[in-house]
């Protein structure tokens, strides 16, 4: 037997339609197909877990969200690329190396991002858009049977703005497909205005809310000779010496010390003259060449290495040297490495070719010398200290002997053996 409910009460409006119950899934999809087959379009269904073969019974279209989603996917990579060759090419361009102001695979990350973004915003407020969201009220759920949607009940709606909804012959209908009960809905028909409290509330936060990027555009657009305010001080307004700053606590009135003569940090003392300096402070300094200008102290140059030579050492540095040293000076040492050679196609004037290490100017230098070099560095070539380690630079150096003897090989350099297979 249905039962049929209807409880409109004065603050109801109008109706809204008829909700059907169900305690089956097989007679919920059997009801939809035939409310269908009878004419009614504006139908709608609602079960506490999915059920196979409702949508067709509902004759529900595939939505069109993917297809918008791809405009905006479409529109993300037009706008990205279209932004990133503005900026590189008109609006900001900037020459690195000679390399092209734009380069489309360089700007497949930045376009990947916003394809993304577009895409992910599209679909969220295109579901809501599609769906009619937000929406504050719904009169489906001021029914107290529909709480059991979620549970162990099925329902099926019928909307009133149905083209052949007639509230008599459509209750019958819906009993007559085998309905527990059929439930006329009505909207709430309460005043949609806001109370005049509410307003005035949401209007004073609106308000305050405009104050803070009130605030902070002032704060970037005027000039002031105050500190800017902080919420959280942190540690900005400590009790400090600043850079370049007075201080009365000192005789001359700076802030800025230099360090006690003498002190030495922990663990950098480094008083071997041989392994870090590459001074050898037994022998005596050469005598200056005979006419040459003074250029300071004479030094003596460590000969022989400070540590052990070994293989590991000589791969050690020949893996630097490809590192810090062949971008300039060549693989082989030469001078002819990727950078000199670009510089020279450049030909902009200010570049001075590298010296070539297999030259007798180097090639006559001690062991110490070079390895000074690489620390200090010398005319266009930068100190390399900081970077490189100190075995590293006594590897670098090793690896450069190596080299050198490649290069400038003597007879009695070569094995026995293998000299004698050289001869024709």
């Not at 009878?38 to 073969?53: E, N, S, T």
């Not at 009169?139 to 709606?157: E, G, K, N, Q, V």
């Not at 009993?175 to 409290?197: F, H, I």
């Amino acid at each position: 037997m249905v039962e049929q409910v209807s409880s409109q009460t004065e603050t109801e409006g109008k109706l809204v339609g008829l909700l059907a119950e169900f305690p089956a899934p097989e007679g919920l999809v059997a009801a939809a197909e035939q409310v269908r087959e009878a004419g009614y379009r504006r139908i709608d269904a609602f079960a506490p877990f999915p059920v196979h073969g409702l949508d067709e019974a509902l004759a529900i279209r595939p939505t069109i969200l993917p297809w918008i989603v791809l405009g905006a996917g479409l529109t993300g990579v037009v706008a990205a690329i279209a932004g990133q060759w503005w900026t590189n090419t008109i609006n900001y361009p900037f020459v690195v190396s000679g390399k092209p102001l734009f380069s489309l695979p360089a700007n497949i990350p930045v376009t990947f991002e916003v394809i993304v973004l577009f895409s992910a915003f599209t679909a969220f407020f295109g579901m809501l858009a599609l769906n009619g969201l937000p929406r504050l009220a719904q009169p489906i759920f001021r029914s107290d049977r529909f709480r059991r949607a979620t549970a162990d009940r099925f329902f099926l709606l019928v909307e009133s703005a149905d083209a052949r909804f007639a509230l008599d012959a459509t209750q019958q209908l819906l009993g007559q497909l085998g309905a527990t009960n059929v439930e006329e809905l009505y909207d709430d028909a309460s005043p949609a205005r806001l109370p005049k409290r509410t307003g005035l509330i949401l209007t004073t936060l609106a308000i305050v809310a405009l104050i803070p990027p009130l605030w902070i555009a002032r704060a970037r657009l005027v000039q002031s000779s105050q500190p800017r305010w902080h919420t959280f001080t942190d540690m900005d307004f400590q009790a400090k010496a600043k850079p370049q700053t007075v201080s009365a606590l000192f005789g001359d009135g700076r802030a800025d010390r230099l360090p006690v003569a003498g002190t030495v940090a922990r663990g950098q003392l480094r008083d071997d003259e041989r392994l870090y300096r590459g001074l050898d402070p037994n022998a005596p300094a050469p005598p200056p060449a005979p006419g040459a200008a003074a250029a300071g102290p004479a030094v003596a140059w460590l000969a022989e290495f400070p540590l052990p030579v070994t293989a590991e050492m000589m791969k050690r540095g020949r893996q630097r040297y490809n590192v810090y040293c062949a971008p300039c000076h060549g693989l082989a040492g030469e001078g002819d490495g990727l950078v000199a050679r670009r510089a020279a196609e450049l030909q902009q004037g200010t570049w001075v070719p590298p010296t070539s290490l297999q030259s007798e100017a180097v090639r006559g230098q001690p062991v110490g010398q070079l390895f000074n070099t690489i620390s200090n560095g010398v005319r266009k070539m930068p100190a390399y200290g900081a970077q490189i380690s100190v075995p590293d630079r006594w590897a670098i150096v090793l690896y450069l002997r190596a080299l050198q003897r490649t290069q400038n090989a003597k007879p009695e350099d070569v094995p026995p053996e293998t000299l004698k297979a050289l001869e024709p």
